[in-house]
């Protein structure tokens, strides 16, 4: 196997697979796992022969450096390019292609423009929509290339660049989820570093299979499942993301079907799997070949880890099949969890943590671990000071180590505010290491503050879905700050509704969600929205974007089927953009009308 660590970039790696193990399976897409003829594989010498011809391409018209924008659906095409651009230098900038709402498509504009994109690649079905999308945004200047067109020359003898471990690979943009997403620049060496790490974490070796459904423009897709295939000389399954989420149950059958070891999903993925497979779906279904599936990219709650591991259990799910990680943009992906173990969950007293204490206690809050970062320098610090916190304290993740970008691309306000000068990134998550693990409580962003205590919104999101059926799957809670209120921050709860409610049954939910959140964590709450299904913004790994929803409240752009809001906080919405409208002219004060307690 590769020595990593020590391979000269990761192009030269996959290069050399293609050269000693051609005929080795590289990559096989399902685009429909019931079907026979449903799955499309590439060999090593396949995927180097493409990648040979987008490299070709792109060398003869761009530079070392030049950033280059990938638009795909999950599948063999993104690997391609993905490929390409490393074969060639240039910056591949992975990123969702554009959807059907207006955010969405901004957020791919933005991302453009920040990188500054020399070109756009994408495939001849999405070809249409990408040049769409592309006009409207006033981006017409930027050459554009179906890759799997016939017109793309034969390579010939060229081959790929010399690179080394300072080469700039990517810019993984972060999923935005409490701000403007940044464009982290990963070198080839962050990439080797990273897939190391998780080789030994995992003990994945050539004859390992990864794979699963997670987008390949997302980190945990692209840096934790497709990067240590190929890295590593073994193979990746893939599956489109929206298969999933139409058919969760061809997540577990994918896996089945093509002796998968190992997988990753978000937290409300295992959530989901649970409330929408039924006994049917399983009927046949084998999992006791698998051997990992790494839970992250959200909040782990230890509950649905457990009910996920018994649900499944009776078709061959082992109970330390599910590993809680710990991992971000920052640091390529992976920064810890431990695998072929069962969950290691500590119990804590909740009034402690609500003052950053990490204190166990016999019953309380549950925090799963997220494993022992082995490559990491970690410091759990705090947020104002930076100082270097005491055991049992809660306080800012800082992270150190050859997995670490040392900056954003084109942001020096983010760089001053992330990257310190000791080379450590400010995660801007909440955590501690307890007997050597570590535990992530929330987001620093997220955190509410009420009366001086701080509060988790995910937890809270949580206890109101365990106790009111009627809620669907996403929930964002969140305070707001309005001088025209007080001095205070008010609480907001807003959240999805399953199905049709009457406006009888609404106005009564809204009164039912204030009385949980006041007898479960004595807090009051100022204002409910219910939204219909989509109406919480995600990212595009599924988390929850509070922070949008925020702005979202603030500028009045809920789509709420019921609001019910105190008369205190109608009033200081009205004030508020009353008064933003006079300082920002021209401008629209949406309306609509609210419920409002006296």
């Known amino acids: 196997m590769v020595d990593l660590p020590h391979a000269t970039s990761a192009a030269a790696v996959i290069s050399e697979h293609a050269r000693s193990t051609p005929e080795r399976t590289a990559l096989i897409f399902v685009d429909d796992v019931e079907r026979a003829d449903g799955a499309t594989q590439w060999s090593y010498a396949q995927l180097d022969a493409e990648a040979r011809r987008i490299g070709a391409w792109l060398r003869a018209r761009f530079s070392a450096g030049d950033r280059v924008l990938l638009l795909y659906p999950t599948g063999l095409d993104f690997a391609a390019a993905f490929v390409g651009c490393l074969y060639t230098g240039t910056v591949a900038v992975p990123a969702p292609l554009p959807g059907r709402y207006r955010h969405e498509r901004a957020r791919v504009r933005s991302i453009a423009e920040n ?138 059958w994918l896996i089945d079907k093509y002796d998968i070891d190992l997988s990753a999903a978000p937290d409300f993925a295992y959530e ?44 061959g799910l082992r109970d330390d099949v599910l590993c809680p990680c710990y991992g971000m943009a920052e640091s390529t992906v992976y920064v810890s969890g431990e695998a072929y173990r069962k969950a290691v969950v500590t119990t804590v007293d909740p009034d ?111 206890e109101l879905r365990a106790r009111h059926p009627e809620l669907g799957s996403a929930g964002a809670v969140f305070a707001v700050s309005l001088p025209e209120a007080g001095s205070e921050d008010l609480v907001i709860v807003t959240h999805e509704i399953n199905g049709r409610q009457s406006e009888a049954r609404l106005r009564q939910l809204a009164v039912q969600i204030r009385q949980t959140v006041a007898r479960r964590f004595g807090i009051h709450v100022d204002g409910v929205a219910l939204l219909r299904r989509g109406g919480v913004r995600r990212t595009t790994s599924g988390k929850i974007q509070r922070a949008e929803m925020r702005r979202l409240f603030l500028d009045g752009e809920l789509s709420a089927v019921c609001v019910d809001y105190e008369l205190r906080l109608a009033n200081a919405l009205w004030l508020n953009r009353q008064g933003r409208a006079s300082r920002e002219k021209p401008a629209r004060v949406h309306g609509g009308g609210v419920a409002s307690r006296s």
């Not at 279904?285 to 009910?307: C, H, K, Q, V, Y």
């Not at 705090?382 to 084109?410: A, F, H």
């Not at 955190?447 to 509060?455: D, E, H, S, T």
């Open 272 to 315: 989901l799997c649970c409330a929408r497979i039924t006994e049917e779906q399983v009927i046949g279904l084998d999992l006791s070949r698998w051997r990992f599936s790494a839970d992250g990219a959200e909040p782990i709650n230890a509950a649905t880890m457990d009910m996920f591991a018994k649900r499944f259990a009776p078709v």
């Open 352 to 462: 402690e943590l609500e003052q950053h204490r990490f204190v166990p206690s016999e019953t309380g809050t549950d925090l799963v671990s997220c494993g022992t970062p082995r490559d990491h320098d970690v410091l759990i610090a705090d947020p104002r000071t930076g100082e270097v916190l005491p055991p049992g304290v809660v306080g800012e993740i800082w992270l150190r180590g050859p997995s670490v970008s040392k900056s954003y691309w084109r942001n020096d306000a983010a760089n001053e505010r992330a990257f310190t000068p000791s080379g450590y990134v400010r995660t801007g998550d909440l955590g501690t290491l307890h007997e050597g693990e570590l535990y992530v409580t929330g987001r620093l962003d997220e955190v509410i503050n009420v009366c001086g205590r701080y509060l988790y919104p995910q937890d809270i999101e949580r």
């Open 115 to 252: 990188a500054a994109v020399s070109a756009i690649l994408t495939d001849n079905e999405h070809l249409p929509v990408v040049a769409e999308w592309a006009e409207a945004e006033g981006l017409t200047g930027i050459p554009l290339l179906a890759t799997d067109s016939a017109d793309l020359v034969d390579p010939g003898d060229w081959t790929p660049e010399n690179l080394n471990h300072e080469t700039l690979a990517m810019l993984q943009y972060t999923s935005g989820s409490t701000g403007e997403p940044k464009g982290v620049m990963l070198t080839h060496g962050n990439i080797l570093h990273n897939v190391d790490g998780q080789r030994r974490a995992c003990s994945i070796t050539q004859d390992t299979r990864l794979g699963g459904w997670i987008p390949l423009y997302h980190d945990m897709g692209l840096l934790g499942q497709l990067m240590p295939a190929l890295l590593l000389g073994a193979t990746c399954v893939l599956m489109r993301p929206s298969a999933f989420l139409l058919r969760p149950h061809h997540w577990l």
